[in-house]
Structure formats: C-alpha cells, structure tokens
C-alpha cells in the first residue's frame, strides 16, 4: 500500500508517494493537469507510520534543496524497478550536484557502454525525480534532452544547481 501527499515547489506540484519501506515516487504534475495516482494509494491522513515519517523527511530535505541549504537526499528509498533500471538509477545518485554527464557517459558508469538507448530508457523511467537527480543527464554533445518534468523544469533544476 502506498501513501501520498503533495509538496508545492518553486517548479510547480509534486507529488511523494511511499511505502513503509521508503519514498516510491516523486512525480510532477502532468502537462495536462493532475498527477497519476495510482489505484492502490491513499492519501496522507496524518496517521503516523513508516511510509508517512518517509514523505515527512523528503518534503523537509525538497524544501531544504530548493532553499539552497541541500545539495544530497538521504531519505531511504523503494522504486520498484527491473535490475538494470535500478543499476541505472543508483548510478543517477552519483552524479554530482550542479554536475551533467552524457548518456554515454552514464552506461559507462554502469559498465555497460554500448546501452546508451537502454540508459535513457531506463532514466525516463525514474519514478523518483529530483532525489534521484535523472535531470542531470544529457545529451552526448550538451544539448538538453528529454525530461519527464519538461524540459523548462529540467533547465531550471540545473539553473538553480549551478547557481550554489
């Protein structure tokens, strides 16, 4: 079972969810409205349990981050997601903050570098944003890429990283 609650970002809405065993997700408000929330999930109700101590943790260290106070999450987290997705995604938590690497560069780092479209399949599937910083990635020759978020978001994360 998932718990969700929402966190109001200088980039706009997020939406948190976890489990007992950590935060699952941290999504942006779709373009056409709304979040995706899926059928299993309830919302925070205040009660106090694992899941909602995690979402209270990562809604402290996002406010931190967009203060400028942070620059690493240390929030356990619980993303369901194939090896390799997860491979990458650990991989994503290395890069570091106000730092930009190639997909390439990423597959190396997961030894294993003739997956570069798997890489940024995997990368699109990150259900964790921001703490699991897939913003930072881009394309071989610098240019911004694709970004769940947009990429007016995905500018203004790096802007905003850049500028600490």
Request: net charge neutral; hydrophobic share 40%.
């Amino acid at each position: 079972m998932h718990t969700y609650s929402r966190f109001t970002s200088p980039i706009g809405e997020l939406l948190i969810a976890a489990t007992d065993d950590g935060v699952t997700h941290l999504l942006f408000e779709r373009a056409e409205g709304g979040h995706e929330i899926g059928s299993d999930w309830r919302a925070d109700d205040g009660t106090e349990t694992p899941a909602a101590t995690w979402m209270a943790v990562v809604r402290a260290q996002l406010a931190e981050y967009f203060d400028g106070a942070r620059r690493t999450f240390d929030v356990p987290l619980a993303a369901s997601g194939t090896p390799f997705q997860r491979d990458v995604w650990t991989a994503l938590r290395a890069i570091g903050f106000g730092s930009t690497i190639s997909y390439g560069e990423l597959a190396r780092r997961i030894a294993n570098p003739r997956a570069v479209r798997a890489v940024g399949l995997a990368n699109g599937r990150n259900p964790i944003s921001i703490v699991v910083p897939c913003h930072r990635v881009i394309g071989g020759n610098g240019a911004l890429t694709g970004y769940g978020g947009g990429l007016d978001r995905k500018r203004w994360l790096l802007a905003h990283e850049s500028s600490r």
